[in-house]
């Protein structure tokens, strides 16, 4: 049984684009491409919206609160019931003057304290994530290039700090560190402190990522002829291999930042990290847990802040991984 | 030698209770309204704070059922092996110690009076040897006679820390032991011991290593309790704890649950302390703090055996519920909130700059810290009012509100030489949220001076072996100011204020109480105080070691502290004690 190859109308197949008459084809660039894709995704589009405004809430903490708030440490106390230690009025004490209440027994504006406490937040995700993505890609780049015992060694070296305990070692971090070491004193010490233990152990992820890539990459066409060409190690890593890991390295680095800044959150609950009375969103719960049978409303704002946060670092990370590899949908 | 005891936690509770929370108002708000038209007598009434002062629906009535609950448990029943203030208390319901504090009231409880003893100790050799003899007819619960033997030996085995580990030392660290160790580890039980003798069996001498005037204090600590040597099981005894007082163990589920019921063999004629008056106690252990508080008001629990008041939650309810009020105490306790001002940290090496922050602290601030006007009286000197012979005064007036004298603070800090201010660091334990509060208001409150605190918190759990209670490190790290707070063993001078101000106990190696008192004259003045045979002398020389660091300005004390305490309707003879800090379970009765 064969198929007849004068099927009717066959002859008048013709070529898609030859039928749609456009313009000349013109070439795009795989980042114009994933801009495309990313512009019709309204989910990540309006995560990264609010994540700039984070950045530039945080950048210009001084100036709004300022015009909105109070100083974040300083006290009220004449707006807080003395007998209960609860804030006068509804919603935890919420009024014009204090948009999301004051704190009980003090009286400290919490939206001042939240607003700063975005400062610590973000600054130390963004810093321990470059930290963690510099050591990572330059690891994982060169265990999976070279290979053999370099391999082996970075991937035992990863083995050993994943298993690492780090919540344990940065508690007792916490009360060793003096309040002025490495000519750095007070917060600067203590976030440099967080962005180094945040930072510094938690490479191997990326690390193990980067080297796989590398693994398949170093197979292809492109680095065969680079080599066949007499370019040298260092000349095809960063000329043929880094470029080509660019789209996992910002998918990765965008969905670290949430993950540590929860991380930062747990550890300041925990009471490790930045020293009251400096505002910071986990110490900012850890307060209101002792507070939750009272003030129930103290829980609200440094708890949606962080669960905003990270929703929009997620939702635009998610959206950056759909655009720049639709593959893996 | 701190009395550990139960915090007040904020934290304890769950949400799951808000629900349970209406109903049991409601009907607490009916049966008290019931009991204050039926309550009559030498006593009060039910009203707030009637319990400290007076004894609240006085009875002589016996019978019923007395239901206790608790959050922990206890760290032993064993009363050689026991440290908390509320086990201290409530082991007197099945063990009589030598002497023990009177059953009244406010101010007459912390008196020292006679229990196993017929009389209080009669010192000789200059306060170096005490003698007792114990009342005739004493019997344990198995009618066998009680003799001063059981005592020398309860006191013997409570030396051995390393079988009942929980207990204080302070006989150990006062007896003239000449190298005894313990009884377990002699063949013949407590013969080695030559600091105790018993010429017979109703007489019992102590000797001690240096003169101790205190020393009715000390025999009334539970170690003395006596013990049955045949029947001693070492760390198994706190499982079957023989009886000398009014009840004895029914049942014991360890962790879970215990019963204890009359001892018929307990004579209320050699016993003017107890009342005796339920016929039936129970004690369910490690039972939701929450869960606790809400049976309490709604009537179905009758005490919160852990004395250390409601959590925030029943606090809130009973505060805003007068007819719930009504049936609550909020005493002072024995226990100070203070801070430590280092004199090795410049610039507080001087006492102008130490007295600039005492003049500067906002108190009114600090008192809220720990839970307002309910949680603690704004304190002016380091004894709280419950000890015995305490006097109030207040070298560092704060301003009429109490939110300091900065003209005061500022003209100290010129004298010292820092007109503009300083720095320095204050340290606080960042599991407490009551001290990182304390924290917080110092720093806004000194930074009115110039005085800039850093904070810096410590874990609890290595605060003073490590770090504030640590010579060295409290130093090179520049801690000036250091969260503290200290409670009575008992209440008198001794049992607060000498295990806090003498520069002697201060180790190189860290584990310190005191943390800034090292002042030689304050040493001489404590021993001079020991030695003194007058209680009402050697209470004003207690006084005068108070006034005499404050003027050193090194301890900068705070707040004293108060519990919100309830009592449900149910509870007969109820009354607040200072000796324990909580209602005197001895006396306790139930309408049913």
């Known amino acids: 049984m064969t198929v007849p190859l004068d099927v009717p109308g066959a002859t008048e197949a013709h070529p898609e684009a030859v039928l749609q008459g456009a313009g000349p084809i013109a070439g795009r660039s795989l980042g114009e491409i994933a801009w495309t894709r990313l512009k019709r995704d309204r989910v990540a589009l309006t995560g990264g919206g609010v994540v700039i405004f984070l950045i530039i809430l945080a950048i210009f903490a001084p100036l709004v609160v300022s015009l909105v708030g109070h100083p974040p440490n300083d006290f009220h106390q004449d707006l807080v019931d003395p007998e209960l230690s609860t804030p006068i009025g509804r919603f935890g004490g919420v009024s014009l003057d204090f948009p999301f209440g004051i704190e009980p027994q003090n009286g ?27 050591i990572g890609v330059t690891l994982g780049v060169v265990a999976g290039y070279f290979g053999g015992w370099v391999d082996s060694f970075i991937g035992r070296l990863m083995d050993v700090f994943l298993a690492f305990p780090l919540v344990v070692f940065a508690i007792a971090l916490a009360g060793v560190i003096p309040n002025a070491a490495f000519g750095l004193s007070g917060d600067a010490l203590k976030v440099s402190v967080l962005v180094f233990i945040i930072g510094f152990f938690s490479w191997p992820y990326i690390g193990r990522i980067v080297r796989g890539q590398t693994l398949s990459l170093r197979e292809r066409e492109f680095v065969d002829a680079a080599r066949s060409l007499g370019a040298g190690n260092v000349y095809i890593l960063r000329k043929e291999l880094l470029p080509n890991l660019i789209a996992p390295i910002l998918v990765y680095s965008t969905l670290l930042i949430p993950t540590n800044i929860l991380f930062e959150a747990a550890l300041a609950y925990l009471g490790v990290g930045v020293q009251p009375p400096t505002a910071t969103w986990g110490g900012m719960l850890s307060d209101a847990t002792n507070w939750y049978q009272t003030d129930p409303w103290f829980l609200l704002p440094p708890g949606l802040a962080i669960f905003v946060t990270v929703l929009a670092f997620n939702l635009f990370g998610d959206g950056l991984r759909d655009a720049l590899d639709p593959r893996t949908r | 030698m701190r009395r550990t005891r139960g915090l007040a936690t904020f934290a304890v509770a769950a949400t799951v209770s808000v629900g349970l929370a209406a109903c049991g108002g409601a009907s607490s708000g009916t ?141 150990g660290d006062f007896l003239d032991l000449q190298g005894y160790t313990s009884p377990y580890k002699l063949k013949d039980a407590g013969a080695g011991l030559k600091a105790i003798e018993t010429p017979d069996d109703s007489t019992i001498v102590f000797h001690l290593k240096k003169p101790f005037a205190s020393f009715d204090y000390l025999a009334g600590l539970p170690a003395t309790i006596p013990v049955p040597a045949a029947k001693d099981t070492g760390t198994e005894y706190k499982k079957h704890v023989i009886s000398s007082g009014p009840y004895k163990f029914e049942t014991n589920e360890a962790g879970k649950q215990f019963t204890l019921v009359r001892n018929t063999n307990w004579d209320p004629a050699t016993d003017p302390n107890r009342k005796g008056l339920p016929d039936r106690i129970e004690v369910k252990l490690k039972q939701n703090q929450a869960d606790i508080d809400n049976q309490l008001l709604a009537g179905t629990l009758d005490v919160d055996v852990s004395g250390s008041g409601v959590g925030t939650e029943a606090q809130g309810r009973i505060l805003s519920d007068p007819k719930l009020k009504a049936n609550a105490d909020n005493p ?4 100070t909130w203070y801070i430590s001002v280092n004199g090795d940290v410049a610039p507080l090496d001087k006492v102008e700059c130490r007295q600039a922050v005492q003049y500067a602290t906002d108190k009114t601030s600090v008192q809220r810290a720990y839970g307002g006007a309910t949680g603690g009286e704004i304190a002016t000197n380091i004894l709280p009012p419950t000890i015995s012979g305490q006097q109030r005064f207040n070298m560092y007036p704060p301003g009429a509100d109490n939110k300091g004298d900065l003209e005061k603070a500022k003209a100290a800090l010129a004298a010292c030489g820092q007109p503009s201010g300083f720095t320095t660091t204050m340290a606080f334990r960042s599991d407490r949220p009551k001290e990182k509060a304390t924290a917080e208001a110092m720093q806004q409150a000194l930074k009115r001076v110039g005085i800039n605190l850093t904070l810096k918190g410590f874990p609890a759990g290595d605060y003073y072996k490590l770090y504030a209670g640590k010579p060295d490190y409290a130093k090179t790290n520049g801690l000036g100011l250091m969260t503290n707070g200290w409670g009575a063993d008992w209440p008198d001078g001794f049992g607060f204020i000498s295990q806090i101000v003498d520069s002697r106990t201060i180790r190189p190696s860290g584990g310190n109480y005191n943390l800034s008192v090292k002042d030689p004259a304050v040493d001489t003045m404590l021993d001079k105080a020991v030695t003194t045979a007058d209680q009402t002398a050697r209470d004003a020389l207690w006084v005068d070691v108070d006034k005499k660091v404050m003027s050193d300005a090194t301890v900068l004390p705070t707040v004293w502290s108060k519990g919100l305490y309830y009592r449900p309707t149910n509870l007969t003879n109820v009354y607040f004690t200072p000796a324990w800090d909580m209602y005197d379970y001895a006396s306790l009765g139930v309408k049913k």
């Open chain 2, 332 to 335: 002072i306790g024995t226990r």
């Open chain 2, 31 to 171: 049966s008290s309204s019931s009991s204050s038209s039926s309550s009559a007598g030498a006593g009060s009434a039910a009203a707030f704070n009637a319990g400290e002062t007076s004894v609240v629906n006085p009875s002589d009535t016996k019978g019923g059922t007395l239901r206790m609950a608790i959050s922990d448990d206890w760290d032993s029943l064993d009363p050689g092996d026991t440290y908390y203030a509320f086990a201290w208390d409530f082991v007197r319901l099945y063990g009589r110690s030598l002497t023990t504090f009177t059953s009244a009231p406010g101010k007459d409880s912390s008196k020292v009076v006679p229990d196993l003893a017929e009389s209080l100790g009669k010192s000789t050799d200059g306060g170096k040897t005490w003698t007792y003899t114990l009342r005739k007819g004493l019997k344990y619960e198995d009618g066998t006679p009680i003799t001063s033997k059981d005592v020398k030996y309860a006191v013997a085995r409570s030396l051995d820390k390393e079988i009942l580990v929980n207990g204080p030392t302070y006989f």
């Open chain 1, 108 to 134: 400290r504006d919490l939206f001042s304290r939240v607003v700063y406490g975005s400062r610590i937040s973000l600054l130390i995700a963004f810093l321990a994530t470059l930290l963690s993505v510099i």
